[in-house]
């Protein structure tokens, strides 16, 4: 009787863990898909011990007004709002379309500059190793639930098997 509770139980729990992940890289795959068809830029920021946002590189083509910025510099302003880190933060991330303009104000030696920058198109060679890795991510947790679940269908009855089918779940 516990046997055949523990056996549906098994089988139950991997097959909603299957779905699950399927669900999982569904979500995954659109969360790509979105990034894919948004715009992106070359200069990049990170966030400083102070919460203040500081370029980390910066890419020259991608600014059309004022003077680009410079390794360093840091941002105080995105679209003409000065606003809170997580409110900028918030603003850079937010998927916006290939071409759009992004506006932001950042200080350079104590001075502020404010420039305008035009959102390039994400290239297949930059999606390629996303795809790539999440392709394989999607693989390798197929196969650990798979040979679980293989290993539970030939051997239900030994317990090395259902801890293994355990331990791949």
Not at 77 to 84: C, F, M, P, R, Y
Not at 149 to 167: C, D, H, I, M, Y
């Given at each position: 009787?516990?046997?055949?509770?523990?056996?549906?139980?098994?089988?139950?729990?991997?097959?909603?863990?299957?779905?699950?992940?399927?669900?999982?890289?569904?979500?995954?795959?659109?969360?790509?898909?979105?990034?894919?068809?948004?715009?992106?830029?070359?200069?990049?920021?990170?966030?400083?011990?102070?919460?203040?946002?500081?370029?980390?590189?910066?890419?020259?083509?991608?600014?059309?007004?004022?003077?680009?910025?410079?390794?360093?510099?840091?941002?105080?302003?995105?679209?003409?709002?000065?606003?809170?880190?997580?409110?900028?933060?918030?603003?850079?991330?937010?998927?916006?379309?290939?071409?759009?303009?992004?506006?932001?104000?950042?200080?350079?030696?104590?001075?502020?500059?404010?420039?305008?920058?035009?959102?390039?198109?994400?290239t297949?060679r930059?999606?390629?190793?996303?795809?790539?890795?999440?392709?394989?991510?999607?693989?390798?947790?197929?196969?650990?639930?798979?040979?679980?679940?293989?290993?539970?269908?030939?051997?239900?009855?030994?317990?090395?098997?259902?801890?293994?089918?355990?331990?791949?779940?």
């Open positions: 009787m516990i046997g055949k509770l523990i056996k549906r139980l098994i089988w139950g729990s991997g097959l909603l863990l299957l779905v699950y992940m399927l669900l999982l890289f569904a979500w995954e795959g659109s969360k790509m898909a979105t990034w894919y068809r948004s715009g992106t830029a070359e200069t990049d920021v990170y966030v400083s011990e102070d919460s203040a946002l500081v370029i980390s590189e910066v890419g020259l083509s991608e600014y059309v007004t004022g003077p680009p910025p410079l390794v360093g510099d840091t941002i105080i302003a995105v679209n003409d709002t000065i606003t809170g880190f997580e409110s900028m933060l918030d603003e850079l991330a937010h998927p916006k379309a290939p071409g759009d303009t992004l506006t932001f104000t950042y200080l350079h030696e104590g001075e502020a500059e404010r420039v305008q920058m035009v959102l390039k198109a994400v297949i930059e999606l390629l190793p996303f795809l790539a890795l999440q392709i394989l991510r999607f693989l390798i947790v197929l196969s650990f639930i798979a040979v679980g679940l293989w290993a539970f269908n030939k051997q239900p009855e030994s317990p090395g098997v259902r801890a293994l089918t355990l331990f791949c779940m």
